[in-house]
């Protein structure tokens, strides 16, 4: 007993050593390129003298901030080349107000690339596809700078002299275009002029975008376990320490940053917040991915259903440039690296049993309704049962919320331990929903060819036989899992 424990904890360690010379190199150690002869610009003290009459608000936040005690003033981030396009001459000297990630990677390299290879960079990206339906359709262009852009981001315009166009900015989204070709804004997280690290080490720091129907982490986190126990012992949280690992500077909780970005035992921190993510989980049908990180510093999800991508193979990428493979990290391992987070804390069982009942969930969803549901909008297109116009029939709207709200609702509780989102505001609508909204509009469009594609996607499913058996589910386990006595 006693030595299949031990040997237990060999292997686990054996694995954890494994695991660290993989994931150290792809949230290397920070590189800072912090030599303060990079900053100190001579012009910066006209500005604050100014500034600190006509924005003093503005400029105190600055006085108060780890910039202004190392010496880096306005202009050490503001300064730009007449050759940008947002560049503008501003009492005597050449500034744009746009501080874009590139600018502040001139001295935060380490930060710099894994935000641009992460996927909150690509946050504009993904939402192209839908902008058109449910931005400008459903409701008005309007609402793109109001709202979808206010999260993803906007794609920065310059007008003529240099000003920005107030259609796109101002904008702090997460994946924001900027005039430079640069992604992102690290002002999304990092509120200025104090750019704090404690101040991005709370909830808060996410909760902007991170809450509501279809990503309910604030909400969730608040009521886990672990919300309740950093809200009492925050004070505890060590908040404002120079380096910040669980275990270590810090035990009372974690918080979002702790397991998405945080440093744990030997796990080092990082600014690429999808990389211990095994799952997809904001899809129709979750997907396990693979994070395939290539030459050029970028990265992509790939469906762990697809065959792996080899390294130094060459990928097409979105916007059709080519690079190659540098490393895939498959669920697994990604699965592995959050799992370390968690072991700070919590025994390996723990974890792991954990970590199952999660996974359960995502297949349940998948198999149970995810799939069905995808196959019968299919089949509704199809047999032009629909228009192929999105979101102008009630069945469209119907389905989008099944997977998008309810749906993500029930898989992100499920994954951040808030059982009331797992079930109540979760799984629970999803199963009313899909039974007492989906089918029944499913009837009514598809009129004679209901009956078939009901049959085919639903009935024939294992999950769904308790609609046509009364002794379903079965009475000792309580559970519709004994195949056995449902066909009998
Ligand atoms: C003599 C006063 C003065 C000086 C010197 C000065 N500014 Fe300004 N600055 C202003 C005023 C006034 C505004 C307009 C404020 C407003 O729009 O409310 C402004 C606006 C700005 C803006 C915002 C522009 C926009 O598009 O919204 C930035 C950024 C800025 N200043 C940075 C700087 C920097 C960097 C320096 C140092 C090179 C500097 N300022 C020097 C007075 C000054
Ligand atoms: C660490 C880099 C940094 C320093 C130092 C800095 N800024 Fe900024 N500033 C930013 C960022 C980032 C933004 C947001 C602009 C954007 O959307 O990218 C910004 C925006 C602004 C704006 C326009 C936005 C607003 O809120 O009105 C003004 C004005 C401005 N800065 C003035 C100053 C002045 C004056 C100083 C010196 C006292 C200063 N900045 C120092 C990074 C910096
Ligand atoms: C309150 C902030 C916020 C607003 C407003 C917002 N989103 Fe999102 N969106 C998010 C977040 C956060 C995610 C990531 C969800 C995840 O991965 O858990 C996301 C995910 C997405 C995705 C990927 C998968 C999914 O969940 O659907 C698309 C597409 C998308 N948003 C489109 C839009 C469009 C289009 C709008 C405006 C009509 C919009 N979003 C408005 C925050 C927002
Ligand atoms: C998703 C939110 C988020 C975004 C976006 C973000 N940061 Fe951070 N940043 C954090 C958090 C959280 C920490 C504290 C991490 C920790 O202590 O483990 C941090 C810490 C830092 C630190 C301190 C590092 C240290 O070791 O002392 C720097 C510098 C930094 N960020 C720069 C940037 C730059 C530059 C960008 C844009 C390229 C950026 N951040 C974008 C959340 C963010
Ligand atoms: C010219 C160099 C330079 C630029 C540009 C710069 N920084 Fe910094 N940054 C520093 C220095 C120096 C420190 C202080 C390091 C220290 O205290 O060890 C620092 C510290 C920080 C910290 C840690 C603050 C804390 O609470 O300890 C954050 C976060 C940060 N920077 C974010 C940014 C962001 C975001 C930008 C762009 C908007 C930016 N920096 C631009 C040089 C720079
Ligand atoms: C300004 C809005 C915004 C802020 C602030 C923000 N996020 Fe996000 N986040 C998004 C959007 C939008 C997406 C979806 C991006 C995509 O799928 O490309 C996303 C995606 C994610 C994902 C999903 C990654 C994956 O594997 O699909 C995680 C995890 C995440 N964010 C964590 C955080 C944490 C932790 C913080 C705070 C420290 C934070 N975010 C702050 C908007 C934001
Ligand atoms: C105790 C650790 C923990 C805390 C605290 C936590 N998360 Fe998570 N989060 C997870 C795990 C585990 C997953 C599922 C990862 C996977 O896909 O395997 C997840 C999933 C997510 C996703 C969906 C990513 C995907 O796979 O599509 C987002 C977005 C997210 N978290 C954001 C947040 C935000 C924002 C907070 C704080 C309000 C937060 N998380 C707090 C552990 C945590
Ligand atoms: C910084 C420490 C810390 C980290 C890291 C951490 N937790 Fe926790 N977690 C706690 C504490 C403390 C409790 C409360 C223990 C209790 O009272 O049951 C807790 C409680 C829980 C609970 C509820 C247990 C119950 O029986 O009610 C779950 C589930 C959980 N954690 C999962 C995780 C997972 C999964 C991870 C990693 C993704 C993780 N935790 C990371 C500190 C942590």
């Not at 610009?41 to 503005?58: F, M, R, V, Y």
């Not at 600055?62 to 190392?70: F, L, V």
């Not at 906007?154 to 920005?164: R, W, Y």
């Not at 149970?368 to 029939?393: H, Q, S, V």
Request: net charge negative.
């Amino acid at each position: 007993m006693c030595s299949t424990l031990r040997s237990r904890g060999v292997r686990w360690r054996l694995l954890a050593a494994i695991l660290l010379a993989f994931v150290v190199p792809l949230a290397e150690a920070a590189k800072v390129d912090l030599d303060p002869s990079n900053w100190g610009h001579e012009a910066g003290q006209d500005c604050i003298s100014c500034h600190t009459k006509s924005s003093a608000g503005l400029a105190r936040q600055w006085q108060d901030s780890a910039h202004a005690a190392a010496g880096v003033n306005c202009m050490d981030c503001h300064q730009a080349d007449v050759s940008e396009p947002d560049a503008m001459e501003h009492e005597g000297q050449i500034i744009a107000t746009v501080v874009s990630p590139k600018d502040c990677g001139r001295c935060h390299t380490t930060e710099l690339e894994q935000q641009q290879g992460s996927v909150h960079a690509e946050a504009y990206a993904i939402i192209a596809d839908r902008v058109p339906a449910l931005a400008d359709n459903v409701t008005g262009p309007e609402m793109r700078a109001a709202g979808c852009d206010q999260c993803h981001g906007s794609v920065i315009k310059v007008k003529g002299d240099g000003t920005l166009d107030p259609d796109t900015w101002p904008n702090s989204g997460i994946g924001r275009i900027n005039p430079d070709g640069s992604k992102g804004s690290c002002s999304s997280c990092h509120g200025r002029h104090r750019f704090s690290k404690a101040q991005a080490r709370e909830p808060a720091a996410c909760d902007r975008c991170h809450s509501g129907p279809d990503s309910p982490d604030k909400e969730i986190f608040e009521a886990s376990k672990h919300g309740m126990l950093y809200t009492s012992h925050r004070s505890e949280m060590n908040l404002d320490a120079s380096e910040w690992i669980a275990g270590r500077d810090y035990t009372a909780a974690p918080t979002c940053v702790t397991c998405h970005m945080g440093a744990a035992g030997k796990l080092p921190t990082t600014h690429d917040v999808g990389l211990r993510n095994a799952w997809s989980l904001n899809t129709p049908v979750s997907e396990r991915q693979y994070l395939v990180v290539l030459d050029d510093g970028s990265e992509l999800e790939q469906p762990a259903s697809a065959k792996a991508p080899k390294r130094n193979s060459e990928i097409e990428k979105a916007d059709g440039t080519i690079a190659k493979v540098k490393t895939v990290a498959t669920p697994k391992r990604r699965r592995q690296a959050m799992s370390l987070v968690c072991l700070e804390c919590h025994s390996k069982t723990f974890t792991a049993g954990f970590m199952k009942q999660f996974d359960n969930v995502v297949e349940l969803y998948n198999t149970k309704f995810g799939t069905p549901a995808r196959a019968i909008m299919g089949d509704l297109y199809e047999r032009e049962l629909l228009t192929p116009t999105p979101f102008d029939e009630p069945i469209e709207f119907t389905y989008w919320e099944l997977w998008h709200d309810e749906g993500a609702r029930a898989r992100h509780g499920a994954a951040m331990a808030s059982p009331n989102h797992a079930w109540w505001e979760g799984m629970y609508l999803v199963g009313r929903n899909f039974y007492s909204r989906f089918l029944p509009q499913v009837r009514d469009v598809a009129g004679a060819d209901a009956q078939d594609i009901i049959d085919r996607h639903v009935m024939a499913k294992e999950r769904h036989q308790w609609l046509q058996n009364p002794n379903w589910p079965n009475p000792i386990l309580g559970f519709g899992s004994n195949t056995e006595d449902a066909d009998g």
